[in-house]
């Protein structure tokens, strides 16, 4: 069987469940937002038309918003993609955390978020794209391809990560955030 790589582990993330300490299961998904939860879906439905708008009326600090991929992911680039358009504009400023799902402490359901990447000046791009690195564990892994005649042998790194938070640090007028990919090399056949 083929298995389709790169994905965008985002998109089917609601088909995943994992256990949660405290309480019942969780379902993969955009889970959490600060704000806009109606709309916060839309950041995972894989249609660049359709997006997330934070209510300009909530304080600063509730602009954000949470993808659980509903299991940890090979992550090898998380990919932003902005609407441009009447009433919709990029996020300004913006910082992307990620956590690979361990619980701190391991008696909660308390997980560690590192930095990913950010804007350093007011954006104005409408796809932008970041690689996790430090100080997420990246493993190296030799991959080979055999459907080649010849083997052809490469090698790839990758942060192991669950959850993905978008959090913005500036409003602006009409923010919104259409889409949030986060790509693996391949489907995860080996939960």
């Known amino acids: 069987k083929k298995?389709?790589?790169?994905?965008?582990?985002?998109?089917?993330?609601?088909?995943?469940?994992?256990?949660?300490?405290?309480?019942?299961d969780a379902q993969g998904g955009v889970w959490k937002a600060g704000t806009g939860l109606t709309t916060a879906s839309n950041i995972i439905d894989g249609d660049s038309t359709t997006y997330w708008r934070p209510d300009p009326e909530a304080a600063l600090d509730e602009w954000w918003v949470e993808i659980n991929l509903g299991r940890v992911m090979p992550v090898t680039k998380i990919r932003l993609t902005f609407p441009d358009e009447e009433g919709a504009r990029p996020l300004r400023e913006f910082r992307i955390f990620a956590a690979d799902g361990d619980r701190?402490?391991?008696s909660k359901d308390?997980?560690?978020?590192?930095?990913?990447?950010?804007?350093?000046?007011?954006?104005?791009?409408t796809v932008l794209e970041f690689e996790p690195s430090s100080p997420f564990r990246k493993i190296?892994?030799?991959?080979?391809d055999f459907s080649v005649k010849d083997k052809v042998e490469f090698e790839t790194d990758f942060a192991q990560i669950q959850f993905v938070r978008v959090i913005v640090?500036?409003?602006?007028?009409?923010?919104?955030?259409?889409?949030?990919?986060?790509f693996s090399y391949g489907d995860n056949v080996a939960l």
């Open 140 to 144: 190296d892994f030799r991959l080979v």
């Open 110 to 125: 308390i997980f560690q978020f590192h930095l990913v990447g950010g804007t350093t000046k007011r954006n104005t791009e």
């Open 169 to 182: 640090d500036a409003k602006s007028q009409d923010a919104a955030l259409a889409e949030v990919e986060v």
């Open 104 to 106: 701190e402490p391991k």
């Open 3 to 24: 298995f389709e790589q790169p994905i965008n582990a985002a998109f089917n993330s609601p088909e995943f469940r994992h256990n949660l300490l405290e309480g019942d």
